[in-house]
């Protein structure tokens, strides 16, 4: 949702969602509108540097977008909604526990408005404040979220007499037992809507995106794209895992845990029938996916004594990588050195530091990893020419080029 056309067309959603399920609650689940978690994440790196100045100029944008969207929906800020007033900052505490706590009101703000406007429109709708719900720990940005207490007292508020029909919960978001608010990862609240699923054991969960559904490849690469209509959950985590952007990595597990249908949907088109993922799916996917996963960097490491590295070092390399919270996605090993490629995160250099004090090590930056599903040998031909290929995996179905990002 980017404007006021965008909110309109979810209050046509749940309208079809209250049709076909009158009987049933419904739990709606909500990013951030348009591009705000960015223009946040701008707002702590200004604070973080100093610059108040330029750090103010974008909070006032962020209030002025919401303000507007409200205004264009006939909504009254100050009195149906009360935005934020001074940015929660505090020198004294880390960047990302300072981060958690400003870009978490993206999804506080863009809920409030929803739930307000569908109100407005006559529906049964409560507001819930997932930081008071979600019960998670202290990983700043990737919040590991407490499951057993979270179910406990989310199922609680959902059976609770005289419920409205309309729950409009954050996605993304949590919070500590000492109230403090927390985020599980970019992408995070199709994760949310599957733990919701999970423990309301829900008929199914709906992701409503800007695509038709799950496609072979990205549309912005590839123009010729062909819509996935049904597929298992396990190819869903294999291509989440690739790198695919249509499905968070960690919302299948608690859907597949309780066999709940995940259906993705495009946004534009209610009606469409989208792409379903569950345990039911048909087959392997008969038709070539390709799969990019952009800045990614590529480590490899050297015993410094010709160790055989791979037997002696296994451990402690993966130990200082977990340590450092750096996400892995292919390795290749030989006799004496080990290669992994790695988002190319913040956390990256520190790691490097670390391993440079066991290894000999050297990377190169700037590259992708394209995973090919269902690769046949002209189909990596094609995908090779022209390319710097920095190192490359095929089995019999799947092919992993870790590439030069300029080609």
Known sequence: MKDAAGVRNLEHIVRLAVDNHADDGLMVVVSAMG??????????????????????????????????????????????I????????????????NYD????????????????????????????????????????RE?????????????????????????????????????????????GSDYTAALLG???????????????????????????????????????????????????PKTIRPLENKHIPLYVKPFGDPTASGSCISADGIGPIDIPVYIWRKNQLLITMRAKDFAFVLEESLNEIFEIIHRHRLKVSLIQSSAVTISVCVDN?????????????????????????????????EILERAKDGRTIMLSQTTRRTARLVVKESE
């Open 35 to 80: 591009k705000t978690t960015n223009a946040l994440e701008r707002v702590v790196e200004f604070l973080d540097a100093g610059k108040e100045e330029q750090a103010l100029s974008q909070w006032v944008d962020i209030i002025d977008f919401h303000v507007a969207i409200m205004k264009e929906l006939g909504l009254k800020p100050g009195s149906d």
């Open 82 to 97: 009360r935005l934020q007033g001074e940015i929660p900052f505090d020198p004294q505490l880390p960047f990302d526990e």
């Open 101 to 140: 706590q400003i870009v978490s009101l993206g999804e506080i703000m863009s809920t409030q408005i929803i739930a307000v406007y569908l109100l407005k429109q006559g529906l049964s709708v409560e507001w819930w404040n997932m930081p008071k719900l979600l019960r998670t720990d202290d990983t700043w």
């Open 143 to 187: 919040a590991k979220v407490d499951d057993a207490t979270s179910c406990n007292v989310i199922r609680a508020g959902w059976a609770r007499p005289n419920r409205p029909q309309i729950v409009v919960a954050q996605g993304f978001i949590g919070g500590t037992s000492d109230g403090k608010r927390t985020t599980l990862g970019r992408e």
């Open 198 to 248: 999970n423990y309301l054991d829900a008929e199914s969960v709906t992701i409503w995106k800007d695509v038709p559904g799950i496609l072979n490849a990205d549309p912005r690469i590839e123009p010729d794209t062909v819509l996935i209509p049904s597929l298992r959950y396990q190819d869903a985590v294999e291509l989440s895992y690739s790198g695919a952007q249509i499905i968070h």
């Open 345 to 377: 995160t913040r956390f990256v250099p520190a790691a490097i530091e670390e391993l440079k004090a066991h290894f000999k090590v050297s990377y190169n930056d700037h590259l992708s990893l394209l995973t090919i599903r269902g690769t046949t040998p």
